[in-house]
Nanobody, 122 residues
Framework: QVRLVESGGGLVQPGGSLRLSCAYS????????MGWYRQAPGNQRELVAA???????NYADSVKGRFTISRDNAKNTVYLQMNSLKPEDTAVYYC????????????????WGQGTQVTVSS
């Protein structure tokens, strides 16, 4: 069974922190690099952070130095620690396979989870 469940979003003030979690099930997620995507209203969905099974990471310039992605293969979970949050980080965050930092079309993937809303505002 293929499943992605994102959690941990919320409302936070600029400069604050949040930790997102993504619980996944399905071989396609277990064997591939996993990433966090985000989509703000009116914008395309973009990959901002990714991690391979072995722990190699990749970040978009917009989040580099502020976000940290990690992965627990035993728990089938990917995390995103977000620090020094900015209003422009406001978006719905999703996880899925991927490693290359790029914009994606939703229909490139067969499955998406429900996402988790992150709002950065004072």
């Amino acid at each position: 069974q293929v499943r992605l469940v994102e959690s941990g979003g919320g409302l936070v003030q600029p400069g604050g922190s949040l930790r997102l979690s993504c619980a996944y099930s399905g071989v396609i997620f277990s064997i591939n690099a996993m990433g966090w995507y985000r989509q703000a209203p009116g914008n395309q969905r973009e990959l901002v952070a990714a991690v391979t099974r072995g722990g190699r990471t990749n970040y978009a310039d917009s989040v580099k130095g502020r976000f940290t992605i990690s992965r627990d293969n035993a728990k089938n979970t990917v995390y995103l620690q977000m620090n020094s949050l900015k209003p422009e980080d406001t978006a719905v965050y999703y996880c899925n396979t991927g490693f290359e930092i790029r914009v994606v079309a939703e229909d490139e993937f067969d499955y998406w989870g429900q996402g988790t809303q992150v709002t950065v505002s004072s």
